[in-house]
């Protein structure tokens, strides 16, 4: 039986997965524990602004603004990809800048990438 952790809406699942006449299946469904998931180093405190979370997991490709620049509500500030996909994050509100993380990086959902204030 080889056994393997699998992520779900964040949660972690340890699963088993056995071989069956030559070809593998899974295991007999048993509820799996969950198993707790590498935590992420927390960000640093935000000063005031406006928080700018990753809506959903992917790959920071590019910034679109320079930091400290001043940016306006809806104005795309950098690029995220997921799925193969190049997606515009754009600014909650007006205000200054200051990302809080890097392009290269891979981010979770509700990630913080930045502040506006």
Known sequence: MRKFIVTIEGKSYEV???EVNGTEAA???APAAPVSAP???APAAVQGGEKLLSPFPGLIKK???SEGDTVKKDQPVL???AMKMDND???PCDGKISFKTEVGNNVE???LLAVIG
Do not use: R, W
Request: hydrophobic share 60%.
């Open 16 to 18: 088993g997965v056995e």
């Open 27 to 29: 295991a007999p469904a």
């Open 39 to 41: 935590k992420a180093a």
């Open 63 to 65: 910034f679109l603004v």
């Open 79 to 81: 690029v995220l990809e």
């Open 89 to 91: 994050i754009t600014a």
């Open 109 to 111: 959902t509700n990630a």
